[in-house]
């Protein structure tokens, strides 16, 4: 069984032991595609740059470093080893402060509807992240939810406090990529800690790849268009 995530292709394979584990336990793939999704959300209507950047930035702090360090504390296997749980919860937190100090400010300037989105994203960070509640909350159901519907619904909400037709047809859609994205991954995972088929472990590892590089490219594309 596979107990070390180092292999993974996301990993840098150069730096120390500390440094990729560091990059590793990010998750970049899965952080930057919900990060783009908040993008969409944003850029579904009119928008503001400094909006844009800020929850951006708000959401690759919540998922990117304050749920996936969570998750190393609170989950049932260690693929990055047994890391110091008290490190990681100071860094959780202070990527969740600075998170949430972000979005509170839009929200109290003009945009309190990223309030019930926030409450909302935080419930799903710590049930699903720590497994509370008996792991019922860890689940396809949950992510979809936070990786993929509320982070549109928060890039629509900073930018005009509310949730446009538009927003609400990219979150149908970002729901059906997290949808596959999950599925995809967790397959995947359960081939590598099980030293599985060689051939179908490529295979989703080629369809993670197409799918991380498809929405951030797609992203990418849509910024320009909107933007010029």
């Known amino acids: ?10 990993v840098p394979k150069f730096g120390s032991r500390n440094f990729r584990i560091s990059v590793g336990i990010l998750f970049l ?27 951006c930035i708000v959401y690759f702090l919540a998922v990117g470093v304050a749920a ?3 998750d190393a504390v609170g989950g049932k296997t260690k693929p990055w ?7 990681l919860w100071i860094v ?74 538009e927003a609400l047809i990219l979150a149908a859609v970002s729901a059906l990529v997290t949808y596959v994205l999950i599925s995809n991954s967790r397959i995947y995972k359960e081939l590598k800690r099980s030293f599985g088929d060689v051939s179908l472990i490529h295979k989703k590892e080629i369809i993670l790849k197409t799918i991380t590089f498809g929405v951030i490219t797609g992203t990418v594309i849509f910024f320009i268009l909107r933007f010029y």
Request: charged share 10%; proline share 4%.
């Open 1 to 10: 069984m596979q107990t070390d995530r180092l292999s993974e292709w996301f």
């Open 29 to 55: 793939p899965y952080t930057c595609i919900v990060t783009s999704f908040v993008a969409w959300g944003s850029l579904s209507g009119s928008f503001e740059l400094d909006r844009l950047a800020a929850i």
């Open 68 to 70: 996936h360090s969570l």
């Open 81 to 87: 080893g047994n890391l110091p749980k008290r490190k």
């Open 92 to 165: 959780s937190l202070i990527a969740l402060g600075i998170a949430f100090t972000l979005g509170l400010y839009y929200a109290f300037l003009d945009s309190p509807l990223l309030i019930p989105i926030g409450i909302a994203e935080g419930f799903f960070l710590f049930a699903y992240n720590l497994e509370l509640f008996g792991g019922k909350f860890h689940n396809n159901i949950s992510t979809i939810i936070s990786w993929g519907i509320l982070p549109v619904f928060a890039g629509s909400a900073i930018q005009t406090n509310s949730i446009s037709i």
